[in-house]
């Protein structure tokens, strides 16, 4: 199984279920790897995809929310060989489905795509979450190196038009990410290369083990290349720090995905965002930066861990 194949059976261990994310992630799932069709004057879709769980997970929603009669099938690709899974539905409720998740806009000269994210999918927090989520389920992937490899780190949404890319990636910003986008051949591709930030975004959409697993390959990868801090420091100092600094990192991206960091006092609020501008940054380093004692910033950051195991 691939990295990317347990990122998105993890993320869907947690079932979401509230109607208004199931719609946002439904809708942002057949916007990712649905294909549109017309039959008999009825606008439908299919979807293809290897991913046999995301498949029922997403055709169930479908039936859950609509009474939606699918077409499920099962076929081997020609060059692979490998199992592919097709999810069809062409007929009189289709095109008012597709209306209601926003992918199609009904006028007086008939329906038309829609291209944008309809506000109303991503009006709350929580739908946000799980338009994301529906996205990364139909067009995400993520590359991950060994621990030895030179392999970059790489996490990506693909998708057909420049429009719903923009929007895609709009949407991360909002969140608190930093993405990237950029046209390849004739895809549009909302990426990241960083690897802190990918394992954010895997904590985020809830494949927290994958996050983690992620994390201990950064610190890895960081010991075996940074060569001039281990002539030069003593190495467990290192670690200790490394691993405090993705504990709080960890901590703090926690507090922000429950309770916010607006559920925290300024104080710490201000350590919080300290701690995820200066990652690499010892006790010492944040304490010079800051204009705090270590002391004080031991505390803050103490109470912090506090926080998140509890939550």
């Known amino acids: ?82 199992p592919k899974y097709k999810m069809k539905l062409v007929n009189e409720k289709s095109t008012l489905i597709l209306s209601e998740l926003g992918i199609i806009s009904e006028g007086a000269h008939g329906a038309g795509i829609n291209l944008s994210i309809d506000k109303y999918l991503i009006e709350n927090e929580c739908c946000k979450r799980a338009y994301i989520i529906g996205a990364f389920q139909g067009s995400g992937s993520v590359t991950i190196p060994s621990e030895k490899s030179s392999t970059s780190y790489h996490l990506e949404f693909v998708f057909s038009n420049y429009e719903t890319a923009s ?45 983690f697993e992620l994390q201990e390959i950064i610190v890895k990868k960081f010991m075996n290349n940074d060569t001039n801090r281990k002539r030069n420091c003593d190495m467990g100092n290192i670690t200790k720090q490394i691993e405090a600094s993705i504990k709080q990192v960890q901590d703090i991206t926690l507090i922000e995905t429950t309770i916010g960091l607006d559920g925290l006092s300024v104080q710490l609020k201000e350590t919080c965002l300290l701690r995820l501008e200066n990652r690499d940054s010892s006790l010492e380093e944040l304490s010079k930066i800051s204009g705090l004692s270590k002391s004080c910033l031991n505390h803050r950051l103490r109470k912090i861990s506090e926080i998140a195991k509890n939550l």
């Not at 549009?188 to 802190?196: M, R």
């Open 1 to 82: 199984m691939t990295f990317t194949e347990r990122v998105k059976e993890e993320i869907l261990i947690k079932k979401i279920n509230q109607p208004c994310c199931q719609v946002s992630a439904l809708s942002a799932f057949i916007r990712g790897a649905g294909t549109l069709l017309i039959s008999n004057g009825q606008i439908g879709f299919e979807i293809v995809t290897e991913n046999k769980k995301a498949n029922d997970y997403f055709s169930s929603i479908l039936t859950s929310l609509y009474g939606a009669e699918i077409s499920l099938s099962e076929f081997k690709d020609k060059f692979t060989g490998k």
């Open 167 to 211: 929007c895609v990636s709009d949407l991360l910003t909002v969140v608190g990410f930093l993405p990237k986008l950029t046209e390849r051949k004739d895809s549009f591709i909302v990426y990241f290369k960083n690897g802190d930030e990918i394992s954010e975004l895997l904590y985020f959409m809830g494949a927290k083990k994958c996050g």
